[in-house]
């Protein structure tokens, strides 16, 4: 395929994921207002803002598919999203102890003059029981500030789980490629 691809992302989380693929891909920062409208759920969060993201990339980059993105953690109907520091990172954590927590990952693929192409997955991570000295030990080693929900499951987050229920295991990590190259076949892309 010979249309140009773009990751409207500058996550170096999403970069990492969508490199699996093979594709060559460039990496542009979508202009988005992210901030929630009033009693938006998390799910239509999500949902927008992977929208927004790919179509504001598209508008600039006629010609150009544009992979668009977004993930909004739940727990109990409120998002929760990046701590941004430690005492709210331990905060996220001790909130979400022995609870399940779901994580909406939203995902568009968009291109100038046509309609984008979307998909959602749900990913439902349980929880165990955390105490706080394992809460901070964790975000003491690991410091995922940047991250929704406070951990990196890809790493010593994992640790902190009774389960994931998913049909992506990438989608927690914030794009998940088996809706990516769905998307991207349906768009025309040869995967593999």
Do not use: N
Not at 153 to 174: K, M, N, Y
Request: charged share 20%; glycine share 8%.
């Amino acid at each position: 395929m010979s249309l140009p691809l773009i990751l409207g992302s500058t996550s170096a989380y999403r970069h990492e994921l969508l490199s699996r693929l093979r594709l060559p891909f460039d990496c542009m920062r979508p202009k988005v207002d992210e901030t929630p409208r009033a009693g938006e759920s998390p799910l239509a969060l999500a949902t927008r803002l992977a929208l927004a993201k790919a179509e504001d990339v598209a508008a600039r980059q006629p010609g150009a598919w544009v992979i668009g993105s977004d993930q909004v953690a739940e727990l109990h109907g409120a998002p929760l999203g990046k701590p941004g520091g430690r005492e709210a990172a331990i905060a996220q954590l001790a909130a979400m102890s022995g609870r399940s927590v779901v994580f909406h990952t939203a995902l568009a693929l968009a291109r100038s003059g046509q309609p984008a192409l979307q998909t959602v997955d749900r990913t439902v991570v349980v929880f165990r029981d955390l105490h706080g000295d394992e809460i901070a030990r964790y975000v003491d080693a690991e410091q995922p500030f940047d991250c929704a929900g406070s951990f990196k499951c890809e790493g010593l987050g994992i640790s902190l789980f009774e389960a994931i229920r998913s049909d992506d295991p990438t989608a927690l990590v914030g794009l998940p490629l088996i809706a990516t190259a769905r998307l991207l076949r349906s768009a025309g892309y040869a995967l593999p």
